[in-house]
C-alpha cells in the first residue's frame, strides 16, 4: 500500500511538471510540447506501477471509487495521448488540455481515501469489465475530441500572433480530428451503455431502470448525437461546432463527477467517496 | 412532387425534425433526472408554489404521455429517415476527377490501377474504357442505416417490453417452495398486455448461504435450487448475485435476505406440542437489518413481539448480531398476557424459555430468502437492437467508404475521390495516389 502511494505521488509530481511546461508554452509563446509529452510518458510509468500494485493488493481491477476510478480514468487518457500524438505528432498540443484536467483528476483521486473495498458479488462478471473498459476508452476519445475542438477556437483566436500558434494543424485537419475522436468516443459510450445495460439484466433482471447516473449517461449520449448530426447533416463546422463540443464534454463529465454529489444512484457507492 | 404526400415525407425525413426530436428527448430526460429523483430541496418549494408541475409528471417522467410521445415521434422520424437513406444508398457515389496529374494515359492508367490494388481498392476497368474506379469498404454506406435501424429494433423491443414483461419478488424459506400465484409475491410489475399465465413454476429453496463483510455487509448469497413447470422438475442449480437462472423465458435472481424462519415448539399443559413457524421479515435497511415479528402463541391470549438476532452477541456496546449468518441464533421475545409481562429475554437455540405452564424451544432456524422472477420475451429484440446499433456505429467510424476515380481526359490522367466521412484524409490520399503516379514519392 505504501509503495503504490509513493508511486502515485511521484506520478502526481511529473505529471504537475508536465502540466506547467504546457502552460508555459501556452502562456509564453514557446514549443516546449516536446518536454510536456515526454515528461507525461515519464509520469506513467510509476503511474503503472501504482496502479500494478493496487490492482495485485485489491484483487480487481482500478474501478472501485474515486481513487481508484480517477486514477485509472487518467492513466488511459495519457495513454491514448500519447499513442495519438505519436500517430499524428501535430496533436502534441492537445497536451495544453489533456494534461491540466488529468492533473486535476488524479489530485482529486489523491485526496479521496484509498480504502480498499471488496468487490461486491455483483460486479463479478465480464460485462463489468466490458462496460467499463469502454468507459475509460470512451471518456479519454471525448476529451482528446475537445482539446481539439478547443484549439479550433485557440487557432481562430489567436492565429495571426505567430509563434507557436502557427504549430497548430489546419482548422479543417481538426475539424476533422475533433469529429473523428468524438465519433469514435460516441461509438464507445454506445458500447459501454450497452455493456452496462447487460450487466444490470444479469444482476438485477432490468436492463434500464432511469437510475441517474444511467440517464445522464443517455443525455450525454444524445447531446454527442446532436453533434454529429449538426456536423454530417447541417453542415456545422468550426468555432460554434467546437463550443458545442466543450458544452457536451461538459454534459458527460457531470455524469462521471456531479451525478454522485446530488443524486443518490446504483453506481454511487462505486463511483465517489 | 408539390403533393402534400411528398410534402409530409419530407417532413417526416427530414434532420430537421430528427434534431429538434433529440433535442427535446433529451430536454426530457434532463427534467427526468433533475424532478424524479426528487432529491433536490428546492423541488419541493417549486411544486408548492406551481402544482401546475406536479399535474404535467414532472416526478414521474419516464411514464409521462408527453415523454412517450416524443419517443413514438422519434421512432417514426428514424425510421422514415431510415427508408430514405437505404434510396440514397442504392444510387451510385458520384466522383468527379478534378485533379490534375500531369502522367499521360495509357501509362499512367495501367501504373494507377497498380497503385489501387496496392491500396486495397477493388479495381473495375471497362475494356477499352477511359475510367478506372477504384471502391473500399462501399459496405460501410449501409453503416448509418444499419446503426438508425437498431436504434428502431431497441426503442421497439422496449415498448414491447413495457407491455408484455411481468417482473415479481417472492420469498421462499429453505425447504421450503414458492407457487407462482399473484397474491404469493412481495410485489409484481405487469406490462399492460402481459397474459395472465400465473402456475407456470414452482421454486423449491434447498440450501442458502451468505457471506458478510467486516462491516457486516452481506456481500454475496448463494442458493440452490429446483425449478419445477408442470408439477416436474426441469432445471437444478445455484442462483448468485451474479448469476441468474434461466428456464424459458422465465429468468430467476437472487434478490435479497428477506429474513430468518425459526420452527418453534411450544409444549403446553398435558405435554401438548404444537409446532409454529415464525416468519421474521426485515423491517430494517443495509447494514442495519432487523427481523421482526408479532403474533399469538397458537392455543393461547399470549401476545408476542420478537426480535430474531441469527448471530446473537451478549455484549452491550456491540451490535446485537455479528454477522447474518446463521451461527449463534436468538430470538429477543416479550410475551404479555392477562394484563402484564409473562416473559421478557432471549429464547436461544440451547434453552428453552417457560413462563405460566408453557414451554417454548428453538429446535432449527432456516434463511428466508427472495428471489426475483423476471419473464420478458422482448429482451432479444432489445439486445439485437443493441448489437445492431453498436455494429452501425463501428461500421461508420471504422469502416470508411471511399471511392477513387483515375480518367483520361484529353489524353491525361486526372483523379479523384469520394468518401462519406474524413474528407481531408480522403483528399490526402488522393494526393498521396497523385504523387506516386508522378514518381515523386
Same mark, same amino acid.
Given at each position: 500500500?505504501?509503495?503504490?502511494?509513493?508511486?502515485?505521488?511521484?506520478?502526481?509530481?511529473?505529471?504537475?511538471?508536465?502540466?506547467?511546461?504546457?502552460?508555459?508554452?501556452?502562456?509564453?509563446?514557446?514549443?516546449?510540447?516536446?518536454?510536456?509529452?515526454?515528461?507525461?510518458?515519464? #509520469?506513467?510509468?510509476?503511474?503503472?506501477?501504482?496502479?500494478?500494485?493496487?490492482?495485485?493488493?485489491?484483487?480487481?481491477?482500478?474501478?472501485?471509487?474515486?481513487?481508484?476510478?480517477?486514477?485509472?480514468?487518467?492513466?488511459?487518457?495519457?495513454?491514448?495521448?500519447?499513442?495519438?500524438?505519436?500517430?499524428?505528432?501535430?496533436?502534441?498540443?492537445?497536451?495544453?488540455?489533456?494534461?491540466?484536467?488529468?492533473?486535476?483528476?488524479?489530485?482529486?483521486?489523491?485526496?479521496?481515501?484509498?480504502?480498499?473495498?471488496?468487490?461486491?458479488?455483483?460486479?463479478?462478471?465480464?460485462?463489468?469489465?466490458?462496460?467499463?473498459?469502454?468507459?475509460?476508452?470512451?471518456?479519454?476519445?471525448?476529451?482528446?475530441?475537445?482539446?481539439?475542438?478547443?484549439?479550433?477556437?485557440?487557432?481562430?483566436?489567436?492565429?495571426?500572433?505567430? #509563434?507557436?500558434?502557427?504549430?497548430?494543424?489546419?482548422?479543417?485537419?481538426?475539424?476533422?480530428?475533433?469529429?473523428?475522436?468524438?465519433?469514435?468516443?460516441?461509438?464507445?459510450?454506445?458500447?459501454?451503455?450497452?455493456?452496462?445495460?447487460?450487466?444490470?439484466?444479469?444482476?438485477?433482471?432490468?436492463?434500464?431502470?432511469?437510475?441517474?447516473?444511467?440517464?445522464?449517461?443517455?443525455?450525454?449520449?444524445?447531446?454527442?448525437?446532436?453533434?454529429?448530426?449538426?456536423?454530417?447533416?447541417?453542415?456545422?463546422?468550426?468555432?460554434?461546432?467546437?463550443?458545442?463540443?466543450?458544452?457536451?464534454?461538459?454534459?458527460?463529465?457531470?455524469?462521471?463527477?456531479?451525478?454522485?454529489?446530488?443524486?443518490?444512484?446504483?453506481?454511487?457507492?462505486?463511483?465517489?467517496? | 412532387?408539390?403533393?402534400?404526400?411528398?410534402?409530409?415525407?419530407?417532413?417526416?425525413?427530414?434532420?430537421?425534425?430528427?434534431?429538434?426530436?433529440?433535442?427535446?428527448?433529451?430536454?426530457?430526460?434532463?427534467?427526468?433526472?433533475?424532478?424524479?429523483?426528487?432529491?433536490?430541496?428546492?423541488?419541493?418549494?417549486?411544486?408548492?408554489?406551481?402544482?401546475?408541475?406536479?399535474?404535467?409528471?414532472?416526478?414521474?417522467?419516464?411514464?409521462?404521455?408527453?415523454?412517450?410521445?416524443?419517443?413514438?415521434?422519434?421512432?417514426?422520424?428514424?425510421?422514415?429517415?431510415?427508408?430514405?437513406?437505404?434510396?440514397?444508398?442504392?444510387?451510385?457515389?458520384?466522383?468527379?476527377?478534378?485533379?490534375?496529374?500531369?502522367?499521360?494515359?495509357?501509362?499512367?492508367?495501367?501504373?494507377?490501377?497498380?497503385?489501387?490494388?496496392?491500396?486495397?481498392?477493388?479495381?473495375?476497368?471497362?475494356?477499352?474504357?477511359?475510367?478506372?474506379?477504384?471502391?473500399?469498404?462501399?459496405?460501410?454506406?449501409?453503416?448509418?442505416?444499419?446503426?438508425?435501424?437498431?436504434?428502431?429494433?431497441?426503442?421497439?423491443?422496449?415498448?414491447?417490453?413495457?407491455?408484455?414483461?411481468?417482473?415479481?419478488?417472492?420469498?421462499?424459506?429453505?425447504?421450503?417452495?414458492?407457487?407462482?400465484?399473484?397474491? #404469493?409475491?412481495?410485489?409484481?410489475?405487469?406490462?399492460?398486455?402481459?397474459?395472465?399465465?400465473?402456475?407456470?413454476?414452482?421454486?423449491?429453496?434447498?440450501?442458502?448461504?451468505?457471506?458478510?463483510?467486516?462491516?457486516?455487509?452481506?456481500?454475496?448469497?448463494?442458493?440452490?435450487? =429446483?425449478?419445477?413447470?408442470?408439477?416436474?422438475?426441469?432445471? =437444478?442449480?445455484?442462483?448468485?448475485?451474479?448469476?441468474?437462472?434461466?428456464?424459458?423465458?422465465?429468468?430467476?435472481?437472487?434478490?435479497?435476505?428477506?429474513?430468518?424462519?425459526?420452527?418453534?415448539?411450544?409444549?403446553?399443559?398435558?405435554?401438548?406440542?404444537?409446532?409454529?413457524?415464525?416468519?421474521?421479515?426485515?423491517?430494517?435497511?443495509?447494514?442495519?437489518?432487523?427481523?421482526?415479528?408479532?403474533?399469538?402463541?397458537?392455543?393461547?391470549?399470549?401476545?408476542?413481539?420478537?426480535?430474531?438476532?441469527?448471530?446473537?452477541?451478549?455484549?452491550?456496546?456491540?451490535?446485537?448480531?455479528?454477522?447474518?449468518?446463521?451461527?449463534?441464533?436468538?430470538?429477543?421475545?416479550?410475551?404479555?398476557?392477562?394484563?402484564?409481562?409473562?416473559?421478557?429475554?432471549?429464547?436461544?437455540?440451547?434453552?428453552?424459555?417457560?413462563?405460566?405452564?408453557?414451554?417454548?424451544?428453538?429446535?432449527?432456524?432456516?434463511?428466508?430468502?427472495?428471489?426475483?422472477?423476471?419473464?420478458?420475451?422482448?429482451?432479444?429484440?432489445?439486445?439485437?437492437?443493441?448489437? =445492431?446499433?453498436?455494429?452501425?456505429?463501428?461500421?461508420?467510424?471504422?469502416?470508411?467508404?471511399?471511392?477513387?476515380?483515375?480518367?483520361?481526359?484529353?489524353?491525361?490522367?486526372?483523379?479523384?475521390?469520394?468518401?462519406?466521412?474524413?474528407?481531408?484524409?480522403?483528399?490526402?490520399?488522393?494526393?498521396?495516389?497523385?504523387?506516386?503516379?508522378?514518381?515523386?514519392?
Amino acid at each position: 500500500m505504501r509503495y503504490e502511494i509513493v508511486f502515485h505521488w511521484i506520478a502526481v509530481a511529473v505529471y504537475a511538471i508536465s502540466t506547467l511546461v504546457f502552460v508555459y508554452s501556452l502562456t509564453f509563446h514557446k514549443d516546449r510540447f516536446r518536454l510536456g509529452v515526454i515528461l507525461a510518458a515519464a #509520469g506513467l510509468v510509476p503511474h503503472t506501477l501504482a496502479l500494478g500494485i493496487r490492482w495485485i493488493i485489491t484483487g480487481h481491477g482500478p474501478y472501485l471509487r474515486v481513487y481508484e476510478v480517477y486514477s485509472s480514468d487518467v492513466w488511459v487518457a495519457i495513454l491514448v495521448y500519447l499513442l495519438v500524438q505519436k500517430w499524428k505528432p501535430g496533436l502534441r498540443v492537445i497536451g495544453v488540455v489533456v494534461m491540466p484536467v488529468a492533473l486535476l483528476l488524479i489530485g482529486l483521486a489523491m485526496m479521496a481515501s484509498p480504502e480498499i473495498r471488496e468487490l461486491p458479488e455483483t460486479f463479478r462478471t465480464y460485462w463489468l469489465m466490458v462496460h467499463i473498459f469502454f468507459a475509460k476508452f470512451a471518456y479519454s476519445s471525448l476529451l482528446l475530441g475537445t482539446g481539439c475542438s478547443i484549439l479550433i477556437l485557440v487557432k481562430k483566436r489567436y492565429e495571426t500572433r505567430g #509563434g507557436w500558434y502557427k504549430k497548430i494543424p489546419a482548422l479543417d485537419i481538426l475539424d476533422e480530428l475533433a469529429y473523428s475522436f468524438t465519433g469514435f468516443g460516441f461509438l464507445m459510450l454506445a458500447v459501454m451503455i450497452v455493456a452496462g445495460s447487460i450487466w444490470a439484466n444479469n444482476a438485477w433482471g432490468s436492463y434500464w431502470s432511469w437510475d441517474p447516473v444511467e440517464t445522464w449517461s443517455l443525455i450525454s449520449w444524445l447531446v454527442y448525437g446532436i453533434y454529429l448530426h449538426l456536423r454530417r447533416t447541417r453542415g456545422w463546422r468550426g468555432a460554434r461546432l467546437a463550443w458545442l463540443s466543450v458544452f457536451s464534454f461538459g454534459v458527460l463529465a457531470f455524469a462521471l463527477f456531479g451525478i454522485g454529489i446530488f443524486y443518490f444512484s446504483t453506481h454511487s457507492p462505486y463511483i465517489s467517496g | 412532387m408539390n403533393s402534400f404526400g411528398s410534402r409530409l415525407w419530407r417532413f417526416v425525413t427530414s434532420t430537421r425534425l430528427a434534431l429538434f426530436l433529440i433535442v427535446l428527448l433529451t430536454a426530457g430526460s434532463l427534467l427526468g433526472v433533475i424532478f424524479e429523483s426528487n432529491k433536490l430541496p428546492v423541488i419541493p418549494q417549486l411544486i408548492a408554489v406551481f402544482p401546475l408541475l406536479e399535474n404535467i409528471g414532472l416526478l414521474n417522467v419516464f411514464t409521462t404521455w408527453w415523454y412517450m410521445a416524443i419517443v413514438v415521434l422519434l421512432l417514426l422520424n428514424t425510421a422514415a429517415c431510415t427508408v430514405a437513406q437505404v434510396t440514397r444508398i442504392r444510387k451510385p457515389a458520384a466522383v468527379n476527377p478534378d485533379y490534375d496529374t500531369g502522367v499521360s494515359w495509357p501509362d499512367g492508367a495501367r501504373k494507377a490501377k497498380e497503385i489501387l490494388k496496392r491500396k486495397r481498392y477493388r479495381v473495375e476497368m471497362p475494356d477499352n474504357g477511359n475510367r478506372i474506379t477504384g471502391e473500399k469498404h462501399m459496405f460501410g454506406r449501409w453503416a448509418s442505416v444499419i446503426m438508425h435501424l437498431g436504434l428502431v429494433i431497441v426503442v421497439l423491443g422496449a415498448f414491447l417490453s413495457l407491455a408484455t414483461k411481468m417482473s415479481g419478488e417472492f420469498p421462499v424459506y429453505v425447504g421450503g417452495t414458492f407457487r407462482d400465484v399473484h397474491k #404469493g409475491y412481495i410485489k409484481i410489475d405487469e406490462g399492460s398486455l402481459f397474459f395472465e399465465r400465473h402456475g407456470a413454476f414452482e421454486l423449491e429453496l434447498k440450501r442458502f448461504s451468505l457471506a458478510t463483510d467486516k462491516n457486516r455487509r452481506v456481500k454475496s448469497m448463494e442458493s440452490y435450487v =429446483t425449478i419445477y413447470t408442470n408439477g416436474k422438475p426441469v432445471k =437444478t442449480g445455484t442462483i448468485t448475485m451474479s448469476r441468474p437462472m434461466a428456464v424459458g423465458s422465465l429468468t430467476f435472481y437472487q434478490y435479497s435476505l428477506f429474513g430468518y424462519t425459526p420452527s418453534l415448539l411450544l409444549t403446553g399443559p398435558g405435554n401438548q406440542k404444537t409446532p409454529l413457524l415464525l416468519l421474521m421479515e426485515n423491517r430494517g435497511f443495509a447494514p442495519n437489518f432487523r427481523f421482526t415479528s408479532n403474533f399469538i402463541l397458537p392455543g393461547t391470549d399470549f401476545k408476542v413481539s420478537a426480535e430474531f438476532f441469527p448471530d446473537y452477541n451478549e455484549n452491550p456496546r456491540s451490535p446485537k448480531t455479528r454477522s447474518w449468518d446463521i451461527k449463534t441464533p436468538a430470538l429477543k421475545m416479550n410475551v404479555s398476557g392477562n394484563g402484564r409481562t409473562l416473559f421478557a429475554g432471549y429464547l436461544t437455540g440451547n434453552e428453552s424459555v417457560s413462563f405460566e405452564g408453557y414451554n417454548l424451544s428453538m429446535p432449527r432456524v432456516v434463511y428466508w430468502a427472495a428471489f426475483k422472477v423476471v419473464n420478458d420475451s422482448s429482451l432479444i429484440m432489445v439486445y439485437t437492437g443493441f448489437w =445492431t446499433v453498436v455494429a452501425g456505429l463501428g461500421l461508420l467510424y471504422l469502416y470508411v467508404p471511399k471511392k477513387v476515380i483515375i480518367a483520361e481526359v484529353d489524353g491525361k490522367v486526372k483523379a479523384g475521390g469520394w468518401t462519406q466521412r474524413y474528407r481531408i484524409s480522403m483528399w490526402e490520399e488522393v494526393r498521396e495516389i497523385i504523387a506516386e503516379l508522378e514518381n515523386k514519392h
